[in-house]
């Protein structure tokens, strides 16, 4: 027996074999190499993911823990905080204010939800190769560039009882953005107008990475038109319809400055939403914990709407 193979027992004295592999180095040697390997790429993992959780934790979950406690408090900003508990949502729940607005927002979230089929149809039909497809792509992303402030003043020049253009289309003046009964849709119609052309682009981009063999054999099988998109196309489509919906859910129960730029939420409140309603009483009334009981209110409802379509992706994934 070789010296390499030959090692000495400690209790007996006596010489041991170790037994050599002639296939490599044995599993538990490997596991041992492997081991320092595996916690480095742990800790370069830890590592590359640690300023995006700290910045996750400063800019989203402590405005959120804060404003929950500020919600407790009554606050104007430069006094002391007073401790009030559950008083700003009672006085919430009485306010005839807080109903519209979240009417409102219940309105401005089922017909926001048209965003997303419409942009789907707009994008099948962009979805083609012919000449100057690219110059009508252009046209109708061109909406979603704009700020919201220009799309407001765009729209409030369109609405003019006096000069605006949908004067000239009815023949006669329309105070579209004066009457409480079309206020609300007036705003809602030119937020659509931006809205349309991102779930447009969500679904173009998705649409260019369709495997071609799959519509193939679905065409194969005898799938045509309205079948074809229910049960090939739209399947692979399912990351961009959950992007689109869920982005669309939160333009919806976010939305702010069409209806500050347009109506200012009049007249007499009739167009408000909560987050305006929220802006208003920080800003002009200086209620901070009221308002951040308003902010709170709005983030239930949002985290709502947000998990149900989660969990619904999940169980269509599984």
Known sequence: MSS?????????????????????????????????????RRRAAVLFLLPACT?????????????????????DGMSAKVFVGL?????????????????????????????PPIGLAFALYLNQKVRGIRLVKSLFFAPFVLSGVVVGLVFSWFYD?????????????????????????????????????????????????????????GRIEGATGWSLLWHVVLPQLRPATFMSVVLTIIGALRSFDLIAVMTGGGPFDSST?????????????????????????LFLIMLVFIVYQLRRLLHTER
Not at 176 to 192: C, K, P, Q, S
């Open 4 to 40: 390499a193979e030959t090692r000495t027992s400690v209790s007996t004295g006596a010489p041991i074999s170790t037994p050599h592999s002639p296939h490599g180095p044995s599993p538990v040697a490997t596991l041992a190499r492997s081991a320092p390997l595996a916690r480095r």
């Open 87 to 115: 008083a700003n949502y009672q006085e919430l729940l009485q306010t005839d204010t807080f109903y519209t607005a979240l009417k409102n927002n219940l309105l401005w979230l089922v017909l926001f939800l048209l965003a």
């Open 161 to 217: 009882p006096a000069f605006g253009l949908l004067k000239l289309l009815v023949g006669h003046g329309i105070p579209v953005l004066g009457d409480e009964r079309y206020a609300t849709f007036g705003v809602i119609f030119a937020a659509l107008w931006p809205q349309i052309p991102f779930c447009m682009l969500l679904y173009l981009t998705n649409l260019t990475s369709i495997n071609p063999e799959i519509i193939e054999a």
């Open 55 to 75: 910045m996750f934790c400063l800019y989203v979950i402590y405005p959120i823990i804060s404003s929950i406690v500020l919600s407790l408090y009554s606050w």
């Open 273 to 297: 939403v909560l987050a305006y309603f929220m802006y208003d009483q920080a800003i002009k009334y200086f209620r901070y914990g009221y308002s951040a009981a308003i902010a709170v209110v």
